[in-house]
């Protein structure tokens, strides 16, 4: 789905034209994938709108900062109220918020040294991402996720999603929907841009972050439901072929939020529909970010938007 554009973007402390957000070509970032940024949405609600973890978001884009060495120039409270300024200035709700840091234009050397550190926040509208009514087609990559101590995958950096676009543009001109990726020692690890689950005899899988896997925010927010909802969880390694054996896997992820999985390379999940457990983890997930829920675990950051007309994605 193209960028539809908004009014403002924040940059470095002030709200600017979205047409004026321009970086130079010769910028730190374009010749070394030197940034790091977020994916986070605010929901439409009965009463208003909200952002969907907000702070955890932001702190996350410190963390991936500091693990480069970047120093921001923003605490994580600035960050936060900076969000909600360019959310209600723009008056686009529901919407997709991207957060990016980045090295901007001074040297040309590899060393990031006397490059200034920029920041940009954006939103603007953005629908489903994971298509197919009932469940996703997805494949195995042939690509793996970033072995141990080459690029960190906890780190949310720019340059990581050139291995998520091979494995992305792998599945989609094979037919699919998306591509899961094995870590480097051939097990299971997390989608181009999404973690997964995987329910087999009533119990919840998902690989722990040492095989290679993003910290997701929804990853957390579905662990936390489930014990809530009382299903037994647990973070362990998985091998491939226990996704094809699977009663049930499932994608979770900001842009993704919680997508069913239908099959995988060809092999049916389970009865190729979504199943009960995926199911009920995703009505409280939305439940929750649409406010028809209550806020049981202190997720949601209101914004005060008076869109005449809300957009619809
Ligand atoms: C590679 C990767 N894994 C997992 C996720 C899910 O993370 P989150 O739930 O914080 O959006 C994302 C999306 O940000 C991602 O890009």
């Known amino acids: 789905m193209p960028i539809q554009p908004t009014s403002n973007i924040w940059h470095n402390g002030k709200l600017i034209p979205w047409e004026q957000a321009n970086i130079h070509v010769m910028s730190h970032v374009i010749h070394y994938g030197s940034s790091v940024f977020e994916g986070i949405r605010c929901y439409k609600q009965p009463h208003g709108s909200a952002v969907f973890r907000l702070p955890e978001h932001m702190q996350r884009l ?6 480069y060495r970047m120093d921001m120039p923003f ?5 936060c109220a900076a969000a909600v300024d360019v959310i209600e200035a723009n008056g686009v709700t529901p919407c997709y918020i991207r957060p990016i840091a980045l090295r901007g234009c001074g040297e040309i050397g590899v ?3 006397g490059t200034p550190v920029e920041v940009y926040i954006a939103n603007f509208p953005w629908g489903k991402y994971i298509p197919g009514h009932g469940g996703a087609d997805v494949c195995i990559s042939s690509w793996n996720r970033l072995a141990p101590n080459t690029l960190p995958s906890l780190a949310k950096a720019g340059a990581n999603y050139m291995n998520s676009q091979l494995i992305h543009m792998e599945a989609e001109i094979n037919g699919y929907q998306e591509g899961i990726a094995l ?12 973690n997964i689950f995987v329910v087999r005899n009533g119990l919840l ?3 722990p972050l040492a095989n ?9 927010s579905v662990l936390t439901i489930a014990r809530h909802l009382g299903f037994a969880v647990t973070e362990q390694a998985l091998p491939r072929e226990l996704l094809y054996i699977a009663d049930e896997v499932f994608f979770t992820g900001t842009a993704a939020e919680v997508s069913p999985i239908r099959s995988i390379d060809r092999i049916v999940v389970g009865d190729g529909k979504p ?8 009505d409280e997930f939305f439940g929750i ?3 028809l829920k209550p806020d049981r675990f202190g997720w949601l950051t209101p914004v005060k938007v008076n869109a005449s007309e809300p957009v619809t994605v």
Not at 183 to 194: A, H, Q, W, Y
Not at 212 to 220: C, E, N
Not at 275 to 282: D, N, Q, R, S, Y
């Open 111 to 113: 060393s990031p040294k």
């Open 62 to 67: 410190l963390d991936s900062a500091k693990i």
């Open 183 to 194: 870590d480097v020692n051939g097990l299971v690890s997390e989608g181009s841009g999404e």
């Open 75 to 79: 605490t994580l409270e600035e960050l």
């Open 275 to 282: 199943g009960e457990i995926t199911t009920k983890i995703a």
């Open 212 to 220: 290679s896997a993003l910290s997701g925010i929804t990853r957390d």
């Open 289 to 291: 970010a649409n406010g």
């Open 205 to 207: 899988y998902t690989p």
